[in-house]
């Protein structure tokens, strides 16, 4: 409270010192007098009583000084004139400035705006109340150690016997079709419990959240739902939207903060357009559990840990093994805090490495500026030994020098704050869809304090070294040397080449990593996935389940879109490969008959329903027996494809085509195609007619696969319209070619790689700026040596090779300290969105080839100059 | 008359307590009644006692105001404030633990 006065009192002299010092200066004129008029009563001259009353007061100048002292306002003053000399002294320096600026604008710019996604993703808490609070609760299996969603049983049990949690809510997230005035929409939707609001603790922008006694036909709302697809109505609280055919009434509409289950529709990733959470649903009837094994989130009550609700939650899944072993069997339970669940180790990881990676550029940057102000630093070394020998403390001259330094790296600060704003911008667009929280990301003042934090750390750090090589410098030795010339002293020439290797280092490590990156990125581009893509155009379609949809509509379609010009076959799957999704159950469901089961240990098997023109449409080959056929209808005996990772996990010894199974008889053996991920070898897979399980199929659409002969994109009209003709109500989206399909699969990894060459070159860019800088120093202020080296009679090659020698030296040096960093950082690559194959020698050399290259074409320019300096010239003008 | 310098930290408890006992004073007669209630010991430079003055300005120990002197001379008038009061009661006994503690040397020795 005093503190904050005084700071307040003090502000306020500050702000009028002229008044303060005006007021000073009076007292002091009274004091002067009175002290004069006191000398002359007692007998002094009048003359003589003014002389000695002045010199007793002193000088008013120095009384003011000496207040302005003890108010604290000296280094103020102080701080202003360095600030005023900095700036006068950079602006005379253009070149000098713009290039400093220039770079380190580029690297504070550059780790600013990959520190805001790092802050907006992983650093900054959720945003609920509480977050500490909140955990994902998964239960486990022997088939799915890291767990999954929660059955309604279990849940209720859960919530019945926990004492932890304050509440629990389940959610899940399906596809909707919502009604618009002339075509269906399809929304995702969440269906959580309706609890799930209260339990996240977040308030709607307008309207409502769910109460208990809620029907099951209210909704609420995102902002962007609302703004975009409900004209931003101000009165939208109450209005009815139509999903698949039934009417909801809004209740409410939640802010654009509020994106949780992040990436809904990323969850099903292959119908990701934008990664949006948009419409929360009640999920099941009123009082009664939804379908299926939604995600569960929970709030624990104060002063519970993590560890004490896991195991409590354990003891009672335990309970229910022991209550109902055959469906229960190995049931366990995981908890983990949810914002480790919603962004996982790995995202975590990923984001620090990419943040280690700039920040080495920003390193970089600075070495060079800290090269350019060693320069600068020789070029003043005569008027700092001025200064100095007019009497300015040594304290004083590092001030001034740290002053001009900082003032450096603030503007630089500036100016990439605007490539911040840019890169933050970009970024979030590019990665929205696949990364969690990323409609968090902003510059807010994590970023701001981050940004200062690193102008003033690079200030300092680039500033400090020539300001203490200026305050050692010895005044009377600078200024005796002929002519002004200086040359460096053995320290910073020490230092400088020091920088140089560190730069080639940094360069080298950075290379290396982009380059293993390109590596794996051709590798997975060149992976046989096991389809032909080309000319293979997709679309989406999605279905209400309604009487007027049923599965002769889609044996319509494919059958009809292959008769059409162009096509040479097309089919539907459920969902495409490298979508990422797909239903999984467990090996030990597909039992042949008549015979034992195959012994092995239970392991997933994914679910795919196709038409029987699929396999044709995407070239996936039928290794034996027979595909699908138009006459593998409801009513005939049901069939199944297996493929080859099937084939031989489970039926290793025997051939299984033939084999009659619970699921159908197996009729064929189809070639492993990659779903999951370019990355990620085949899983086991079981495929079945859609005919025969339209049941299965869910909500979410299907995949139509066309083959074309040639120029796939003409068809794309054509096949809308038989879609159309055949039912008008299917929705048509995602029109993309399969080639688009795996480009985007790889999209995140893409952009991460994009980011690491980005860095790379801007790495080698100021790596061989850097080295350009201190060879053409070097030769620079070497000149009158080599003029006398050629006029005794030295010849170009021999001042070539001097001059490309220590070129080469440096750039040497620097790619082996790069080499063992390289080698020694190998264990970050685990770390990456794909696998990377740990560098080779190849590799290594062709990057150090590079480097080689491009440090010792830094070089030419200086070792061309000197080795035409012309030596009459040089030493005339000594 | 022999001039004596003030002890090192004891400005701003002699002006402080010449303040409490007179109420309001312009600088010169702080100055004046120091080396007054000092019979004269006591002398405070003028090159310190502004620069002192403003500092307590700013801790709030002391207001000051413009005002006109008996001979119709616009002088800075000084003031003691609760702040100040609390200070001085503070530099006081502190002052006074250690002259005790001096005393109490000088007179073993």
Known sequence: MSALGECGRWLSMLMRRDQVDRDLDEEMRLHTELVERQLRGGGMPADEARASARRRVGSPLRIREDSHDSLGWRWLED??????????????????????????????????????????????????????????????????????????????????????????????????????????????????????????GV?????????????????????????????????????????????????????????????????????????????????GPLGQPGRGRPSLVGRLKAGVPVKAAESELAVIAKRLEAQSPLTNSGLGVRLEPLSEGVVSPLIRRQLFVLFGAVGLVLALACANVTNLSLVRMTLRGKEVAVRAALGAGSFRLVRQLLAESLLLSLTSGIVGLGLTWCGTKQLTLLAGAQLPRAYEVGLDWRVFLFLLAACVFTGVLFGLAPALIAMRADAQSVLQQSGGRSTMGVGPRRLRDGLVVAEVALAFVLAVGATLLVRELVRLRNTDAGMVTANVVTFHLGHRVTPRTDVGQFYEIAERVTRLPGVRAAGFTQMLPLQNWGWTSNSTDLRPRGRPAPESLPFPVSMRYVTPGYFDALGIPIREGRAFTATDTRDAPPVILINEALARRHFANDDPVGLETNRGTIVGIVRDVRQVNLDRSADPELYFPIAQNWSQVSELGMSLVVRAENRPDTLVEPVRS??????????????????????????????????????????????????????????????????????????????????????????????????????????????????????????????????????IGACVAPAFRAAHVDPTFVLRNE | MRRDEIPPGTLHLLILKTLAKAGELHGYEIAESIARWSDGVLHVEEGSLYPALQRMLVKGWVTAEWDTTAENRRARYYRITPTGRKQLQAEVSQFERVFQAITQVIQTA
């Open chain 1, 79 to 200: 701080l202003a004139q360095d600030l005023r000399y900095g700036i006068r002294s950079l602006a005379r320096q253009k070149a000098f400035t713009a290039t400093a600026v220039t770079t380190l604008a580029l690297g504070i710019g550059a780790t600013t705006a990959i520190f805001s996604v790092v802050s907006g993703v992983v650093l900054r808490p959720l945003p609920f109340p509480r977050p500490d609070r909140l955990v994902q609760v998964y239960t486990t299996s022997a088939l799915s150690p890291q767990g999954g969603g929660v059955g309604a049983v279990d849940r209720g049990e859960f919530r019945n016997q926990s004492t932890s949690f304050e509440a629990l809510a389940s959610y899940g997230v399906s596809a909707r079709y919502l009604q618009g005035s002339d075509e269906f929409q399809r929304v995702m939707t969440v269906g959580a419990e309706r609890p799930f609001f209260s339990v996240l």
């Open chain 1, 203 to 283: 308030e709607p922008l307008a309207g409502r959240t769910f109460r208990p006694d809620d029907p099951a036909d209210v909704a609420v709302t995102g902002e962007a739902f609302w703004r975009d697809r409900l004209g931003g109505d101000p009165s939208v609280i109450g209005r009815l939207i139509t999903l698949d055919g039934e009417p909801f009434t809004i209740i409410g509409v939640m802010p654009e903060s509020f994106q949780f289950p992040y990436g809904a529709a990323s969850l099903l990733s292959g119908v990701a357009s934008e990664g949006r959470t948009e419409l929360w649903l009640p999920s």
């Open chain 1, 722 to 855: 038989v879609v159309r003709q055949v039912n008008p109500s299917l929705a048509i989206f995602d029109v993309k070619t399969m080639d688009r399909v795996i480009a985007d699969s790889l999209s995140d990894f893409t952009l991460y790689l994009s980011l690491m060459a980005a860095f790379a070159a801007l790495a080698l860019l100021l790596a061989s700026t850097g080295t350009y800088g201190v060879i053409s120093y070097v030769a620079t202020s070497r000149m009158r040596e080599f003029a006398i080296r050629v006029a005794m009679g030295a010849d170009e090659a021999r001042m070539t090779r001097l001059i490309l020698g220590q070129g080469a030296r440096l750039t040497a040096i620097g790619l082996g300290c790069g080499l063992f960093v390289a080698l020694a950082a190998t264990p970050v690559l685990q770390n990456l969105p794909v696998t990377v194959r740990p560098p080779d020698v190849t590799l290594l050399g062709s990057v150090a080839a590079l480097i080689g290259v491009v440090g």
